[in-house]
T-cell receptor
Framework: GQNIDQPTEMTATEGAIVQINCTYQ??????LFWYQQHAGEAPTFLSY????GLEEKGRFSSFLSRSKGYSYLLLKELQMKDSASYLC??????????FGKGTTLSVSS | GAGVSQSPRYKVAKRGQDVALRCDPI?????LFWYQQALGQGPEFLTY????????KSGLPSDRFFAERPEGSVSTLKIQRTQQEDSAVYLC??????????????FGPGTRLLVL
């Protein structure tokens, strides 16, 4: 079967750092995506990892360990506008994405 | 526009009605995907087109769901005889190439369907 797990909710304060974890068990693996989704809006692309290691992109970084079936999204210098749902998705076969349920992040002042 | 657009943004249907949801992908994008997102859940795959060919429809929940992309651009998702469990946000996404590792999918804002 296939399973993607991420925490349901997280809270943090402005200026802080937060790490959102994702573990996966899928029959195939062609990489892992992170998307951000504000309420009522389209998911927007944040990052893609296919090789082990850390990819840094401004305030956001994403890490992948294929051997452990594990990824995390790291958000630094949190801002109120970062309050959103963060979706972990596995590219299993080069076409459809398999999504986790999403982690709702609330940033407070 | 530069992004994926969907219409209508909101649709209320009575149980048993047929509905049609439209997706305009980014111009020139070969691949088009439909996903269903229930409240508080991640998107779930419904179907995939490469140009006008429907290559994967394994995620369609029943034969009441039908999708088409006759000219390889605009796509329509049709749901016949809607049921309350069909209430969800229907997301459309497109990607530039014909599938392959790392192809980023760009999502539209979705159609929120409520079946009463």
């Amino acid at each position: 079967g296939q399973n993607i797990d991420q925490p349901t909710e997280m809270t943090a304060t402005e200026g802080a750092i937060v790490q959102i974890n994702c573990t996966y068990q899928t029959s195939g693996f062609n990489g892992l995506f992170w998307y951000q989704q504000h309420a009522g809006e389209a998911p927007t692309f944040l990052s893609y990892n296919v090789l082990d290691g850390l990819e840094e992109k401004g305030r956001f970084s994403s890490f992948l360990s294929r051997s452990k079936g594990y990824s995390y999204l790291l958000l630094k210098e949190l801002q109120m506008k970062d309050s959103a749902s963060y979706l972990c998705a596995v590219d299993q076969a080069g076409t459809a994405l398999i999504f986790g349920k999403g982690t709702t992040l609330s940033v407070s002042s | 526009g530069a992004g994926v657009s969907q219409s209508p943004r909101y649709k209320v249907a009575k149980r048993g009605q047929d509905v049609a949801l439209r997706c305009d992908p980014i111009s020139g994008h070969v691949s088009l995907f439909w996903y269903q997102q229930a409240l508080g859940q991640g998107p779930e795959f419904l179907t995939y087109f490469q140009n006008e060919a429907q290559l994967d429809k394994s995620g369609l929940p029943s034969d009441r769901f039908f999708a088409e992309r006759p000219e390889g651009s605009v796509s329509t998702l049709k749901i016949q005889r809607t049921q309350q469990e069909d209430s969800a946000v229907y997301l459309c996404a497109s990607s530039l190439l014909a599938g392959g590792p790392g192809e980023t999918q760009y999502f539209g804002p979705g159609t929120r369907l409520l079946v009463l």
